[in-house]
């Protein structure tokens, strides 16, 4: 497939390095491609950024049918730019799609896409410490048409956003809030999928925790409400009697390739590890005769954020002494520093990104 490139006449001021947020700021570029019955996937382009321009009516706008994907670009000492296993991310797309009815996309030829809109805003590469380039693909629904069902034409983008470092004041442990009275998503569902459905489900027992004093929900499972599942853009780990503990995927949980590297990097290091269903009165007990050692979730955005304080019904577990525990800081520094290329990659995760 071709890839047009129409460069922007108005590039913008760079921000400040050492300010990024996250999410906030946008490069000079993104790519487009669309989707028709007829022709498939077709026009792929990179051009300015720019909205985009609906009909009231567009079906992504009423009935959500739509997936995205999360990413970084990462600089290197080298001056060079490195992704972080993006054939994972175009894979889980994929299958995101098939559980939303999307019609699936040349994995290869995005990722190339990909690179090049990001050999383009290259200069948009942060070089402060812990910062990067985030990525965002996203494929949503275009019929202008009332009524459910699987839309005929669709259109995907990526956007790259300039963002900070997670912890900006060092590595931080944040306090989590277990509850049995909200679901984010039922086996069954679309819980596997990164599909704006289960981040809407998710406001508002977030917003109950938050006001609770809590940053995040730990969610547990839709039928019995006992089984752990993971919190809201995060895969949830446990240390219990020295083995590596998290819970399977089930249908319900979202496939974390942060996960999946830690538990590469678990086994690459004979650190016992086990994929089982826990519940949430395991690890209470866990707790209470001293074998639980230490929760981090893990995810692109923060990578590993090691959990001080769980709240479950009227207790809170304070965990690690309200510390950062030993395998947290391993699991940070060895994923991070690969990312950035200041370690050995022995797993092949690591793409560079060909300025062309
Ligand atoms: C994106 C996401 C994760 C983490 O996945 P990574 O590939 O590690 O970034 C975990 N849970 C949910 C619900 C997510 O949306």
Not at 189 to 197: D, I, L, N, R, S
Not at 317 to 325: K, P, Q, S, W
Not at 326 to 332: D, H, N, T, V
Request: hydrophobic content about 40%; some cysteine.
């Amino acid at each position: 497939m071709d890839l047009k490139i129409t460069k922007t006449r108005m590039p913008k001021d760079l921000p400040d390095n050492s300010k990024l947020g996250f999410g906030e700021l946008f490069t000079d570029h993104m790519f487009n491609m669309d989707y028709g019955p007829d022709k498939g996937w077709h026009d792929a382009r990179i051009e300015p950024y720019a909205p985009i321009m609906m009909d009231p009516a567009t079906m992504v706008l009423h009935y959500g049918q739509a997936i995205f994907e999360g990413l970084k670009a990462y600089p290197t000492a080298s001056e060079t730019i490195q992704l972080f296993r993006p054939d994972r991310n175009m894979a889980r797309l994929n299958r995101s799609a098939q559980l939303v009815c999307i019609p699936e996309i040349d994995e290869a030829f995005v990722l190339c896409a990909l690179k090049k809109l990001i050999s383009i805003d290259k200069r948009w590469v942060p070089r402060a410490p812990e910062t990067s380039l985030y990525v965002r693909p996203t494929i949503v629904a275009m019929d202008p048409y009332l009524g459910v069902r699987p839309s005929n034409t669709y259109r995907l983008f990526i956007i790259l956003s300039p963002v900070g470092a997670y912890y900006p004041e060092g590595f931080n442990p944040v306090k989590i809030w277990v509850t049995d009275k909200y679901v984010r998503t039922v086996r069954g569902g679309v819980g596997e999928a990164k599909t704006p459905a289960n981040y809407a489900a998710s406001l508002y027992g977030a917003e109950v925790a938050k006001k609770a004093g809590y940053t995040q929900v730990l969610w547990l499972d839709a039928i019995e409400h006992r089984y752990i599942e993971e919190v809201g853009t995060m895969n949830i780990m446990f240390v219990i009697n020295g083995e590596l503990t998290t819970p399977p995927l089930g249908g319900s949980i979202l496939a974390g390739i942060t996960r999946d590297s830690v538990l590469a990097l678990a086994r690459h290091w004979n650190f016992p590890v086990a994929e089982r269903p826990i519940t949430i009165e395991e690890v209470v007990a866990a707790h209470g005769d001293g074998s639980l050692q230490e929760i981090f979730g893990s995810g692109t955005a923060a990578v590993i954020s090691p959990v001080s304080h769980l709240a479950w019904q009227d207790q809170v577990l304070t965990v690690e002494d309200g510390g950062i525990g030993p395998m947290a800081r391993r699991f940070y520094k060895a994923i991070t520093d690969i990312q950035y290329g200041q370690a050995e990659d022995p797993f092949g995760w690591i793409v560079p990104v060909d300025e062309a």
